[in-house]
């Protein structure tokens, strides 16, 4: 009996995994994206850095904000959601996620580069936050709402100025 369940864990494992991966996004293309100047005004770009499986949403009426989502086959309602946000100087790419797996992924990744994380003040959350040599990744978890886990790399585009403060321009989302 334990070998049946067994097997039909790892089974689960097999068919859900490559599903809930897809929505996680590599730090790679969190930060190609940040550096592309025209990635809040060409879709495309942003796209081109997504799977397949990713869905653009342009402005509307109610929501002023363009976003790409990750709907779960057979699911109606987004387990994740990429929006950016204009900053002076540069951009910030926003990855919401219901999947803790991205965060942890996104922290072996920005561990692996040698950045130290430092706890930031968060009110009914934990967040930290990584300082990169030329951009800052803020991971947020714990978050109230539809989409509990929240990074927000924030890179200045190569010939803009760097941010005055020492905070980079990231805010909490």
């Known amino acids: 009996m334990r070998a049946f369940l067994l097997l039909a864990f790892l089974i689960g494992q097999a068919l859900w ?22 990635a809040l005004a060409t879709p495309k770009v942003v796209t081109d850095h997504l799977t397949f499986e990713w869905t653009y949403m342009g402005p509307t009426a109610t929501v002023r904000e363009a976003a790409w989502t990750y709907v779960p086959a057979g699911s109606t309602t987004p387990t994740a959601r990429l929006q950016m946000r204009a900053q002076r100087p540069g951009q910030d790419v926003v990855l919401k996620t219901t999947q803790a797996s991205c965060l942890r992924d996104l922290g072996r990744e920005l561990k692996s580069r040698k950045l130290t994380a430092q706890p930031v003040t968060c009110p009914s959350c934990e967040a930290v936050r990584y300082q990169g040599p030329d951009f800052e990744a803020t991971i947020y978890s714990q978050m109230k709402g539809e989409f509990p886990y929240v990074v927000v790399v924030h890179q200045v585009p190569p010939g803009m100025p ?6 980079g321009g990231v805010k909490a989302p």
């Open 17 to 38: 995994a490559p599903a809930l991966q897809a929505q996680c996004i590599a730090l790679a293309d969190l930060l190609a994206i940040g550096a592309e100047p025209t």
């Open 162 to 167: 760097p941010a005055a403060s020492g905070t």
